[in-house]
């Protein structure tokens, strides 16, 4: 097993590289979205003061640093995917606070309540506009080939709509008393997985490798999105607030349909019928409070969904390292996927 002590500076490594690209981008925008955004990354405070924010885990750009690195160039080739991929993941976060209701987010007020949701809309439009511009503009710096661009674009942008395909079809599900495990996990793989693959992938691509080693790399990421999506999913009903920075059970307040709640449904017994019934009742629907709502944590864990979804997440970490075996890549660089793959499914809870 790979320490996690070597994770926090592949992270750092990808902020360093990341972030002064990240912040020339977004100084791209116009008055006021650039200095929304800027909020929305924790840089500054709502009155545009500067602030100790820094963004983010970074898992998605140290993972397209990583990929740039496993084609054999030097980690810096890496940075407009790396950039990239950012943006599109905040336009997603931002709509989605929005969608979602959400007011907090790496614990302080989201876009929409401070600036309003017409901010948080073109915010998040003007972010993914970016996330293309800056893979383009790698060619005119001689990091990459215009037909190399040409192909990260096409990744991107169709992890982008798988991505959206996502959102839409876990909005659905929230006006449904179940969903199945197998409607679940193709949500979660295209509104998690989807971008992973893509951030695993994009800085090879950038660096000419070839479709089928970027492919591997992609269900690596798919696989880790997966994983990370498994863990998120216990971490929205049994989380804690200070390490979640959202509301206890945030997804159960907001009827998510999540991983443990599909496996819980599914197992069948008397806390799995019992689950069931609650969620189908429409007199409290919306209105639960938390006595109600640490009942129905109790009734999936008794039904065997916490188990499940923590089993799966583990399952879908395997996969992901297997994927890596059909790469051609250093065996440090290996080690540095295997760690992060190993940071996503031991996340503090």
Request: one cysteine or more; glycine letters at 10%; a negative charge.
């Amino acid at each position: 097993m790979v320490q996690a002590l070597d994770v926090p500076g592949l992270l750092d490594r990808a902020r360093r590289l990341c972030t002064p690209v990240l912040r020339e981008a977004v100084n791209r925008l116009a008055p006021p979205m650039d200095r929304v955004a800027r909020y929305h990354f924790g840089w500054t405070d709502a009155e545009g003061n500067p602030t100790e924010g820094d963004g983010g885990k970074a898992v998605r750009p140290a993972l397209a640093v990583l990929s740039a690195l496993a084609a054999g160039v030097p980690a810096e080739h890496g940075v407009p995917g790396g950039v990239a991929v950012e943006l599109v993941h905040n336009f997603s976060l931002l709509h989605d606070d929005l969608m979602d209701g959400d007011e907090t987010r790496r614990h302080r007020a989201t876009v929409w309540t401070v600036f309003g949701p017409a901010q948080a809309i073109l915010v998040g439009d003007a972010l993914f506009a970016l996330g293309n511009e800056v893979l383009l503009d790698a060619v005119a710096a001689g990091l990459t080939t215009q037909q190399d661009a040409g192909r990260a674009v096409q990744r991107l942008t169709l992890a982008t709509r798988k991505l959206i395909d996502g959102q839409a079809q876990d909005l659905s599900f929230e006006h449904r008393d179940r969903v199945t495990v197998e409607e679940c996990l193709e949500m979660e793989g295209n509104k998690t997985g989807a971008l992973l693959a893509a951030s695993a992938s994009v800085g090879a691509v950038l660096a000419g490798i070839d479709d089928k080693q970027a492919d591997a790399l992609e269900r690596y990421g798919y696989h880790l999105g997966l994983a990370f999506q498994a863990v998120d999913d216990l971490l929205g009903i049994w989380g804690e607030t200070e390490v979640t920075g959202k509301p206890n059970f945030g997804d159960l307040r907001q009827r998510k349909k999540s991983l443990p709640v599909a496996a819980a449904l599914a197992a069948g017994g008397p806390a799995s019928d019992r689950l069931a019934e609650l969620l189908a009742d429409p007199e409290n629907r919306g209105h639960e409070d938390e006595e109600q709502l640490a009942v129905r944590a109790a009734l999936i864990e008794e039904a065997g969904g916490r188990a499940w979804t923590a089993d799966e997440a583990r399952r879908q970490h395997a996969t992901a390292l297997a994927a890596l075996d059909e790469v051609a890549m250093p065996a440090e660089v290996r080690a540095q996927f295997a760690a992060l793959a190993e940071f996503v499914v031991v996340r503090e809870r």
